[in-house]
Structure formats: C-alpha cells, structure tokens
C-alpha cells in the first residue's frame, strides 16, 4: 500500500526558476490537497481538488497552480520561484471532506 | 476571523500523564481532529471527535466541549517515542480545515 506519494523530497531552486512537486495516491480518494508549512505556523492550504476535473483555490494560491486530469494525480507547478516560497510542502488525499487526511512525505524547497 | 491556539511547546517526564488543549473560535464546527508529527515527517491522523464527550485509544484520549469551544488530548505511560507535535484541527462549516499551529512536546527520561 503506497498511499501518497510525493516527490522530489529536497529541492533547491534558485529565484525566478519553475518547477513541479509530484503527487498521487492510490486509494481513489476524491479529495486531494497541498499545504505548505512554515516553521512555528499552522499548515495552510495552497490548492485542493474534489474530484478530476475540478480545482479550487484554497488560503494561499498566489504563486501556485495546479491540474487533477485524474483521481490519481495532483501536480503543484510553481511558476517564478520567489524566496517567500521556501517552506515544506504536503500532498494530501482524503475519502470524503470530513475524513481524515493521508499525507504524503512531503517536499522541502529552498528558493534562492 | 477563525483561530485555534495550542501551547507552542510542553515537556513532560517519560512514563507521566500530559494534557495538550486546543481552543478554537470558528464559523460553524463539523469535527476536530487531532494529528501527531515527528520532527521531518509527516502528519498522522491520531482521533477525530465530533460530538461531546472522551474517544480512547490506548494510549490516547481526545476529549471535546463544542459549548466551550475546547478539545484536549490526553497521552498516557508517555514514552520517548511519543516527542513530536501535535496538530490540532478544525472542520468549519464550509468543510474547510482551519489548522491551529501544533504544539511540540518534549519528553524527558
């Protein structure tokens, strides 16, 4: 049983440079999320999806976007790295809006 | 706004009794879940409570008071292993999850 799977797990990105934070779970959960979390905060909710097809900003988007072409995968591209977007970033996948959350192992990105 | 508080931090003695409470203030309450993350892991779903009362699992209690807007999670026969923080969380009435910033506990021999 994979669960979620994230990767890469380090990353280095120097400012203004794109790149993509994998995501996919095989439980076929309808509901998948990214959070990012700053040290000594709450984790914060970038993106989430209900379902393939369908994508909704979550507290903090800017900077982000995602696609759900299906069940399994959540890409989070980040476009124009900026340092403010260091931070550790969680995929996350549920059964139903109110179950609990399966995490992913989750990325560090450093943006310099 | 919406707000959840946690201690930032607690220590505690290796095999002793530790109460972690969180207080929240939110638009509507559809449950509270409390999560444990060890130090560069991820989070892992530890009790969820929606109605009034104590849930026990093992080691682990979690009690909640909507009235009060209060939970608490109760860890017994601490052992070292249990050092990490704990993330407690909200359902609000759009099904959001309003994450309170985790307290991190640290067990003493």
């Known amino acids: 049983n994979a669960g979620v799977t994230q990767t890469p797990k380090f990353r280095i990105l120097k400012i203004g440079q794109s790149m993509t934070l994998q995501c996919t779970q095989d439980?076929?959960?309808?509901?998948m999320y990214w959070y990012r979390q700053d040290p000594g905060m709450g984790l914060k909710l970038i993106y989430y999806s209900v379902g393939a097809g369908i994508t909704d900003k979550g507290e903090v988007p800017n900077g982000y976007n995602v696609s759900r072409s299906t069940t399994e995968d959540f890409p989070l591209r980040l476009e124009l790295a900026a340092p403010s977007q260091t931070s550790v970033y969680f995929c996350a996948s549920s059964e139903t809006e109110s179950e609990k959350l399966f995490f992913g192992s989750g990325t560090q990105l450093s943006v310099l | 706004g919406q707000n959840i508080d946690q201690p930032t931090e607690m220590t505690a003695t290796e095999g002793a009794i530790v109460q972690i409470n969180c207080t929240y203030q939110?638009?509507?309450?559809?449950?509270l879940f409390w999560y444990q993350q060890h130090a560069g892991e991820a989070p892992t779903f530890l009790s969820y409570n929606v109605l009034d009362g104590l849930e026990e699992k093992g080691r682990f209690s979690s009690f909640l008071s909507r009235s009060k807007g209060y939970s608490y999670l109760l860890l017994k026969e601490l052992q070292m292993k249990d050092s990490a923080s704990y993330l407690c969380?909200?359902?609000?009435?759009?099904?959001?999850?309003?994450w309170g910033a985790g307290t991190k506990l640290i067990i003493k021999p």
């Open positions: 439980m076929n959960h309808n509901y």
């Open positions: 939110t638009s509507g309450f559809n449950g």
């Open positions: 969380a909200v359902v609000d009435s759009n099904y959001q999850l309003i």
